[in-house]
T-cell receptor
Framework: EDQVTQSPEALRLQEGESSSLNCSYT??????LFWYRQDPGKGPEFLFTLYSAGEEKEKERLKATLTKKESFLHITAPKPEDSATYLC????????????FGTGTRLLVSP | GAVVSQHPSRVICKSGTSVKIECRSL??????MFWYRQFPKQSLMLMATSNEGSKATYEQGVEKDKFLINHASLTLSTLTVTSAHPEDSSFYIC?????????????FGPGTRLTVL
């Protein structure tokens, strides 16, 4: 069964305290591992897509990495405005390219 | 960048009524649109996938007669919740993809909060 699992469920950091979020997946014929940011009451905002093991992508304080079984979202020196829920999703190898989402990690960065 | 809008952003209705939610791709043509439902503190659950001009493909457990999807043009898809009940109250989010190719991106709308009284 295709499945995406994220940990931890919630993470509280002090401003400037770096950490990593984990996303492990079992998706048959994975065609991309996606990271999104979701603010309360809003739709997900696209962050990264990773396609192959060893790939890394960066955007400001965020860096996403991918292995054959999991992906990490590293947050370096976070700021309060980084507080949000971070979702990862695996895209299945089907005709419509469905996304299978994890339950997300709720990040709270305190000043 | 690719922008997807939804209307309305919030709707409150009485039990038994029908509600229509619109999803529009503003600056690209969306070959494929997806409809998701998200309950509080839970992740997005795919309800259905639609391609322009053809019938939607529903996920297992989603009633196609209750959640009517129409993808009439390359920029508009609608979700109609028919005979809504309180258990249908949720956050409904659409996404759109420019093509159905292997490496297309999905861009999400801002969501519609449905409350059924």
């Amino acid at each position: 069964e295709d499945q995406v699992t994220q940990s931890p469920e919630a993470l509280r950091l002090q401003e400037g305290e770096s950490s990593s979020l984990n996303c492990s997946y079992t998706v048959s014929g994975l065609r991309g591992l996606f990271w999104y940011r979701q603010d309360p009451g809003k739709g997900p905002e696209f962050l990264f897509t990773l396609y192959s093991a060893g790939e890394e992508k960066e955007k400001e304080r965020l860096k996403a990495t991918l292995t054959k079984k999991e992906s990490f979202l590293h947050i370096t020196a976070p700021k309060p405005e980084d507080s949000a829920t971070y979702l990862c999703a695996g895209r299945m190898n089907t005709g419509f390219q469905k996304l299978v989402f994890g339950t997300g990690t709720r990040l709270l960065v305190s000043p | 960048g690719a922008v997807v809008s939804q209307h309305p952003s919030r709707v409150i209705c009485k039990s038994g009524t029908s509600v229509k939610i619109e999803c529009r791709s503003l600056d690209f043509q969306a070959t494929t649109m997806f409809w998701y439902r998200q309950f509080p503190k839970q992740s997005l659950m795919l309800m259905a996938t639609s391609n322009e001009g053809s019938k939607a493909t529903y996920e297992q457990g989603v009633e196609k007669d209750k959640f009517l999807i129409n993808h009439a043009s390359l920029t508009l898809s609608t979700l109609t919740v028919t005979s809504a009940h309180p258990e249908d109250s949720s956050f409904y989010i659409c996404s759109a993809s420019e093509t159905s190719g292997a490496y297309n991106e999905q861009f999400f709308g801002p969501g519609t909060r449905l409350t059924v009284l």
